[in-house]
């Protein structure tokens, strides 16, 4: 296999058939004074320096990549690692990529920062980094998720942002990108947009892979140091799919390394009632680039249906649907019941307790574990930690807090 | 000739502008679209925008997004539109008619099926608002082939060289987006928009439409002075979800509309001529 790392995008951000810059006219000059800027700004060394120090000192990072020995023993077979990016501050691996795109803002000249959020992680990474450079924030959220997730909400009001509860359409993720992107139209000449994941236009698919490729980087390093050898398996969970090209990223050259991307299962891929385009979707455009989608027969894009708010999103980045395609990287879908069940064991058994986003990762990689021996390693993204979801667990199984 | 620039060489002539209104298809009721559209060409339109529903129309304003809404309740799909220009063209052969869309329910319908429905019905131009012409060469050589014009949208802030770019791509007119922002959205700068047409005319010979921010009689005369073609969508659309519990009502209240901003554009043309 040729070398994929710094292969693609091409120059106009397509990753083979997929990825690209489909949007109205107003927001192509936009794009492209965003694609020169970050250009400029990613091999800058002061702008790297100022990125790397605010990983340390502000995000904490590196995180630890920590051996789940009990889980493993419990399991039976492959060797489980997690990339502990619950220990982010603010608790996700989202706040990687919104430093890295504030930093950029405020070098554009930007004053006013505007977000997307499904669960509010992205949402409250915004926020945090907007309140620390002291710009303005507004945060698009869906009405349903507004509700589902209080707590978020009330963090980034306390963060001083502004946050927007969208009623258009299905009233979740979706739409609140809807409504950001017709706020950035509006709004261009001051306004930054922080996308929250690995999808849109170009150069956003680059750019939030490049921030969040730290994970993967970070995560090379420290099963070499600590094992002497590459990882077997990687494995993360797939909504747009920003913290599982983050930790793909920098293995894609390494070809004894499997990846795999699990999406969010719902009832059951059978159900239809599901989030998993990769696994039962099919390519078309949405939100400004081509790649796997949840649509019907006439192109109308369809609600999702995840117990993980992070992972209800009918689209996914473009350059997960080229690694698809080409067979690099495997796409399966857990449902809600099998990522509730490895909720509770890691909770149980390691004392972590991981975001039923993660948990989706989780339940896949106790699926693979005892079919590999020993001496195998995977390494699993824990992508976030779990106390946003402690009121939807205790409601799906009947407990009132 | 194509209907449309048969269309703009007539009003040439005549030394008029062209008025064209926007509505969705299907909104609120499927049954409802066809007679609509007769009544707002009696009311003096030249060229009619079919809005095809789509469910995250991402450059709309709310009350575009509400019209896709009430179309999808009824699930008003693409190839509901083509029947519905169809049904047209039985009984009008003359006034052009432009879907205006998204680029989805296309590239799932497939690009030259649907671009040899479309002529086979009798659409004139197709214009899909998230499809620049960087990602566009494949539909636009398919349209091309079925003698349907591709139309594009211009905005304030395209650079020279991306409106030469886009007048090479178009054909019949070019749609020029007269603010930043989406539909439906604020007020109109006469005189910027006036500039602006300027720098695009000394690129392009094709009529320029102009549209966002027209919503009565006297903005409707300003941009005409200054334009080609005035697209008039959510002011008329807004008036068609205020009586969407009354769809027998739409077809006569909304050629009110129309009548009216005909009335101002052409008497605005023929103060000009003095």
Not at chain 2, 1 to 12: D, E, P, V, Y
Not at chain 2, 102 to 112: D, H, K, R
């Amino acid at each position: 296999m040729s070398k994929l790392i710094d292969s693609l995008p091409d120059a106009n951000g397509h990753f083979g058939v997929y990825g690209g810059r489909f949007v109205a006219e107003t927001l192509m000059e936009p794009l492209e004074e965003l694609r020169l800027a970050y250009e400029k700004y990613r091999s800058d060394p002061a702008f790297l320096a100022e990125f790397d120090a605010d990983l340390s000192h502000y995000v904490g990072r590196p995180s630890p990549l920590y051996f789940a020995e009990r889980w493993s023993r419990d399991l039976g077979g492959a060797k489980l690692y997690l990339k502990r990016e619950d220990l982010n501050h603010t608790g996700a691996h989202k706040i990687n990529n919104t430093i890295g795109q504030a930093l950029l803002a405020k070098r554009m000249g930007k004053t006013r920062i505007i977000a997307e959020t499904g669960a509010g992680q992205h949402g409250v990474a915004s926020a945090t980094v907007a309140a620390r450079l002291g710009l303005e924030c507004v945060v698009y959220m869906g009405a349903e998720d507004v509700q589902r997730q209080a707590a978020n909400v009330f963090r980034m009001k306390l963060l001083g942002a502004r946050v927007v509860p969208v009623t258009s359409g299905s009233k979740t993720l979706k739409d609140a990108l809807n409504e950001a992107m017709r706020d950035w139209v509006t709004n261009v000449d001051h306004t930054f947009y922080i996308i929250g994941t690995v999808a849109g236009p170009h150069p956003y698919p680059a750019m939030v892979r490049d921030f969040q490729s730290i994970i993967g980087r970070e995560a090379r390093a420290q099963i070499l140091a600590i094992e002497g050898k590459l990882p077997d398996a990687l494995v993360a969970c797939v909504g747009g799919g920003s913290n599982a090209i983050g930790l793909f990223y920098p293995f894609l050259d390494d070809e004894s390394v499997r990846m795999i991307g699990v999406e969010g299962g719902g009832d059951g891929v059978a159900s239809g009632r599901h989030a998993a385009p990769l696994t039962a979707g099919r390519p078309g455009v949405l939100h400004g680039n081509r790649t796997y989608l949840m649509e019907d027969a006439d192109g109308q894009i369809i609600e999702t249906h995840s117990i993980s708010a992070g992972l209800d999103y009918p689209g996914v980045g473009p350059e997960h649907a080229w690694l698809k395609d080409l067979g690099r990287a495997q796409y399966v879908a857990i449902t809600d019941d099998e990522a509730l069940a490895a909720f509770h064991a890691l909770t149980r058994i390691e004392g972590i307790i991981p975001a039923l986003e993660s948990s989706h990762a989780l339940a896949q990689a106790a699926k693979l574990a005892p079919t590999m021996s020993e001496d195998q390693i995977i390494v699993v993204n824990l992508s976030g930690r779990g106390d946003k979801d402690i009121h939807t667990v205790a409601a799906r199984e009947g407990i009132t807090l | 000739m194509s209907r449309i620039a048969a269309c703009f060489t007539r009003l040439r002539a005549a030394g008029r502008k062209a008025l064209i209104p926007f509505v969705t298809a299907g909104d609120p009721h499927p049954a409802v679209t066809v007679p609509l559209m007769h009544a707002l060409v009696e009311a003096g339109a030249d060229i009619l925008e079919l809005g095809i529903p789509f469910s995250d129309p991402m450059a709309d304003g709310p009350v575009i997004q509400q019209a896709c809404e009430r179309a999808l309740l009824h699930h008003t799909s693409l190839r509901h539109v083509l029947e519905m220009v169809r049904e047209f063209r039985a009984d009008n052969d003359i006034t052009p008619v432009v879907l205006m869309g998204y680029l989805n329910p296309v590239e799932v319908m497939g690009y030259e099926i649907f671009a040899r429905a479309a002529a086979a019905v009798g659409v004139d131009g197709v214009l899909t608002v998230d499809l620049p012409p960087e990602e566009g060469s494949e539909l636009i050589a398919c349209l091309r082939e079925h003698r349907l014009d591709p139309i594009f949208l211009l905005a304030p802030n395209s650079t020279p060289a991306r409106v030469k770019k886009i007048c090479a791509a178009a054909s019949g007119f070019v749609y020029y987006v007269s603010l930043k922002g989406v539909t439906g959205a604020a007020s109109l700068d006469t005189e910027a928009v006036a500039r602006k047409l300027k720098e695009i005319r000394a690129v392009t010979d094709l009529p320029i439409g102009v549209g966002f921010g027209i919503r009565d009689g006297d903005s409707a005369a300003r941009v005409a002075a200054v334009a080609d073609a005035v697209v008039v969508g959510s002011a008329l659309v807004s008036k068609i979800g205020a009586l969407a519990g009354t769809p027998d009502k739409i077809p006569a209240q909304a050629a009110a509309v129309i009548a009216e901003m005909r009335r101002a554009m052409d008497h605005q043309s023929v103060s000009g001529d003095r």
